[in-house]
């Protein structure tokens, strides 16, 4: 079985949770890395303004 790392991501069949994740990414110019070398890749800094925006995001929706 493959590890969920080695496939490929499909970004149109994203939970709801997981796509807003990648908006912010690609926001602030990050997604081309994480998809190439995964969250990992990501400094704290840069998952914590993530999670940061995510966060706000998701209390503008509801």
Known sequence: MAKKKDRPIDLDH????E?????????LGLLDRVLSQGWKSLTSKETGRIG???????KQKQ
């Open 52 to 58: 940061g925006l995510v966060t706000k995001k998701k």
């Open 19 to 27: 796509k807003i994740k990648y908006e912010v990414a690609e926001e």
């Open 14 to 17: 994203l939970e709801p949770e």
